[in-house]
């Protein structure tokens, strides 16, 4: 049975070509206060969803809570999905030598660069796929490295069973509010946890709004401090990062965003096809919704349809005050 969350989604942002509707994107966004209520919400933000790579920063918050002491870049880095850029390689590199590890202790799956620029240069040096230039290679060597301040295995690292696996999910449901309602396997082969919406949103909200020197404060000030280690240069979660005062965000496979503001509101959205082009969008409309300041409102809009290599549609979002949910029920479907 399709879940709430995606068969239940409103429609959130339209495909133009010319003056016509070509496609449309259903989405589901949980908006959640400070004091970790939903505020606001479309679709159905209480259904558990699979954050996939929004869920990095929780992870670290755990990773920091069993004692990784990483400088602030390389936690960046272990909160990323990176865009293998030569400063991206060399940190995972750096991270894994301090922990007396190499590339071959990596298990995550060999890729190549996540960057379209970077993985032309990659294949016309003739390189192969290899774990290190995968984007989530930072996260498994701190997983590693982890696992060596603990005295944990490290050839079992990626098992649902192994301590480090346990701590994950334990940390994901505290910052969460809730249980984790789903454990699988994902695209790198490290497990993925299942949270709904609003606990996505409500995690993020409490890690923006940390004490510095908290644990969940340490990974908020790494990611305001290095976005660009998060992502890459070209990345709009990056460009969010940079031009948002406070805030903090990660961006997810099957196109997932979540966000935390300094206040403690947390966002987080789902674009039910999976369709990466409608996610930035959506969450622009979302955050000029809420009132939140940003200089990166260009990058985040700008998804043009081409027609003979010429912008003649976009990308853009529906009206959000005719598809606002109520505890979870929507009023009214655009």
């Avoid at 989405?27 to 969803?49: I, K």
């Avoid at 969008?281 to 200089?295: C, H, I, Q, T």
Wanted: charged share 20%; glycine share 10%; with cysteine.
């Amino acid at each position: 049975m399709t879940p709430p969350a995606l068969a239940q989604a409103p429609v959130l942002a339209h495909v133009t070509r010319g003056a016509v509707v070509e496609s449309v994107h259903r989405a589901s966004v949980a908006v959640t206060a400070s004091d970790g209520s939903v505020l606001q919400a479309w679709g159905d933000p209480h259904d558990p969803v699979f954050p996939r790579s929004s869920n990095k920063p929780l992870q670290s918050v755990a990773m920091v809570r069993a004692g990784l002491d990483l400088p602030p870049h390389h936690l960046a880095l272990a909160s990323a999905s990176h865009s293998a850029e030569p400063f991206h390689l060399d940190a995972v590199r750096d991270m894994l030598a301090a922990a007396g590890l190499t590339e071959a202790d990596l298990q995550n799956t060999p890729d190549l660069p996540y960057d379209p620029e970077e993985r032309d240069v990659w294949i016309a040096a003739g390189r192969a796929a290899r774990s290190l230039a995968q984007n989530c290679s930072g996260k498994h060597a701190a997983m590693l490295a982890t696992c060596r301040v603990n005295g944990w295995d490290i050839a079992t690292y990626r098992d649902p069973r192994h301590p480090l696996q346990q701590l994950m999910a334990q940390t994901i449901a505290d910052l969460a509010g809730e249980p984790v309602a789903a454990m699988a396997v994902d695209g790198c082969g490290a497990p993925v946890m299942a949270i709904s919406l609003a606990g996505l949103a409500r995690a993020f909200g409490r890690v923006a709004a940390a004490d510095p020197g908290t644990h969940e404060g340490r990974v908020a000030d790494a990611i305001r401090q290095h976005p660009e280690y998060l992502g890459g240069t070209r990345r709009d979660v990056t460009a969010l990062i940079q031009g948002t005062q406070g805030v903090i965000a990660k961006d997810g496979a099957e196109a997932v965003y979540a966000v935390g503001l300094a206040d403690g509101r947390g966002i987080a959205l789902k674009i039910a096809d999976g369709g990466q082009r409608a996610r930035p969008v959506v969450l622009a409309a979302v955050l000029r919704r809420l009132g939140v300041e940003s200089s990166a409102y260009e990058r985040l809009e700008s998804a043009p349809i081409l027609g003979h290599g010429q912008p003649v549609g976009a990308v853009v979002a529906a009206d959000l005050d005719g598809t606002m949910s109520v505890g979870g029920s929507t009023t009214n479907d655009a």
